[in-house]
């Protein structure tokens, strides 16, 4: 190999390795930005949301990820933060953003027929 084309060959392999350290840079850059919390739904029989209580911080940009790892279709809502996700299916990733801005403790609930115990598929939001 000539030494131009060594030179070249290690430009195009820093390019490369800056290129991808940059995306990942970017990806936790965006990721501090919100308060992420994966939450896990399963109907009660198979577990129940998981964790069933958490909290999030006062006035900071939330994300919850809510992982639907059932077999069946569940739904998500905080009635008193207007926050609603109709429908989550098997297998489904679905994604809610918001800014808690009031303190206190808010119910959270399935809002799909998923199961006889339907009902006690809960769990509550802490912010403070
Ligand atoms: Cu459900």
């Given at each position: 190999m000539k030494k131009n084309e060594l030179i070249a060959v290690v430009l195009m392999l820093l390019a490369t390795i800056g290129a991808i350290l940059g995306v990942f840079a970017i990806q936790k850059f965006r990721l501090s930005q919100f308060y992420t919390l994966e939450l896990i739904a399963r109907a009660p029989e198979n577990g129940n949301w998981y964790p069933k209580k958490f909290k999030v911080p006062y006035g900071k940009e939330t994300k919850i990820l809510i992982r639907n790892i059932?077999?069946?279709s569940h739904g998500f809502a905080v009635p008193d933060l207007n926050i609603a996700?109709?429908?989550?299916?098997?297998?489904h990733v679905e994604t809610v953003?918001?800014?808690?801005?009031?303190?206190?403790t808010f119910p959270f609930m399935c809002t799909v027929w998923c199961s006889d115990r339907h009902m006690d598929m809960r769990g509550e939001i802490i912010v403070e």
């Open positions: 059932d077999t069946v996700v109709s429908e989550i299916k098997a297998g953003r918001f800014i808690p801005q009031e303190k206190g």
